[in-house]
């Protein structure tokens, strides 16, 4: 008797891990960061790497996991860069600044009902807004790092629609 097994490929089941899903998986993964390294190189993005990192953390093997991830990238960043453009704006740099802007923008992700991912992306991006010495102003830099994220989620998407990952399945004598 053959008995047929399907699975999806998901983060931390090492058995999706062999033959053809890994050179797939593998494939469609390098393909879509240098997609976005491009596309960001493209608009002379001065950290074009954030799009491929954005691309890597999204690139999931479903749409609908890929679109919880995206969306909630999306926010998070948008509103880090809004917190740490506005402080870096208005505030001289200082770990205090930084500490309440980190606390604040929490409270603000409460308010607007985002998850705690959100708020972990969106912390991620307001400290690369208020903590990277940078030469331009803090809304050129703000805007920059969202552009990065927003080319490599949109990437992501796109390339999850295009060439979705697929279930596999195992034969197994029984």
Known sequence: ????????????????????????????????????????????LPEAYWAPITTLVITQSSLGAALTVS????????????????AASYFEPHVLVFAFSVFFLGLLCALLRSDQAAYRFGGITLAIVMLVPRSGPPWQIAFHRFAEVSIGIGVALVLTVVWPEREFTQQRKG
């Open 1 to 44: 008797m053959i008995e047929t097994r399907t699975e999806t490929a998901e983060i931390g089941k090492p058995a999706s891990w062999t033959g053809l899903p890994v050179l797939l998986h593998s494939s469609r993964t390098a393909v879509s960061a240098l997609v976005s390294v491009l596309v960001a190189r493209l608009f002379r």
């Open 71 to 86: 969306w909630q990238r999306f926010v998070g960043t948008a509103l880090g860069a809004v917190v740490g453009a506005i």
